[in-house]
T-cell receptor
């Protein structure tokens, strides 16, 4: 399958700081990437759809000014959690869609802990 | 509201048995269906995709789709303890950017 790489895999930060997470499609171009959040023992929750060269589309209830998404190239999307608080601690997972099949491939995930 | 429903489990099966995982969806316009496996603390990995009615086999896995009943299932033959994970059903919602809607997942436990 296609490869999606996410970095960093783990990050610990202080409350009030910002954290950037990168998502790269390594062997294919992805015009659309998706960002999910998953709390312990819960399912994936779609946060936003990242579109190359245009603004991201956010799901209802997700603050666009808090979760900044940039999709500057066909292989890279970034998620910045601004002014992080302990309740933002979660497992953030990006995914990229293979246009030919519609299959979604996931990055390894980034576990964010806000102290 | 687009919905994908799965029994949360746990589904417990003995090693070597067939595990049957089920999923129903609400959007009749859905065309693409996927099964993902997620181990605890890891991100989901794609197991199977299915697009037309009937069965699709890949090794020990068989996906079954019935669009009329809005039902998709995954069979795992000769279940192994390493198959113990949460299985997520995903259905495309062809609105906007063709995003996938995920079910809550079924936790499978294969015991020796």
């Amino acid at each position: 399958g296609a490869v999606v790489s996410q970095h960093p895999s783990r990050v610990i930060c202080k409350s009030g700081t910002s954290v950037k997470i990168e998502c790269r499609s390594l062997d294919f171009q992805a015009t659309t990437m998706f960002w999910y959040r998953q709390f312990p023992k819960q399912s994936l929750m779609l946060m936003a759809t990242s579109n190359e060269g245009s603004k991201a589309t956010y799901e209802q209830g997700v603050e666009k000014d808090k979760f900044l998404i940039n999709h500057a190239s066909l292989t890279l999307s970034t998620l910045t959690v601004t002014s992080a608080h302990p309740e933002d601690s979660s497992f953030y997972i990006c995914s990229a869609r293979l246009a030919s099949t519609g299959e979604l491939f996931f990055g390894e995930g980034s576990r964010l802990t806000v102290l | 509201q687009k919905e994908v429903e799965q029994n949360s489990g746990p589904l417990s099966v003995p090693e070597g048995a067939i595990a049957s995982l089920n999923c129903t969806y609400s959007d009749r316009g859905s065309q693409s269906f996927f099964w993902y496996r997620q181990y605890s603390g890891k991100s989901p990995e794609l197991i199977m995709s299915i697009y037309s009615n009937g069965d699709k086999e890949d090794g020990r896995f068989t996906a079954q789709l019935n669009k009329a009943s809005q039902y998709v299932s995954l069979l795992i033959r000769d279940s192994q303890p390493s198959d113990s994970a949460t299985y997520l059903c995903a259905v495309n919602w062809d609105g906007g950017y063709n995003k996938l809607i995920f079910g809550a997942g079924t936790r499978l436990a294969v015991h020796p």
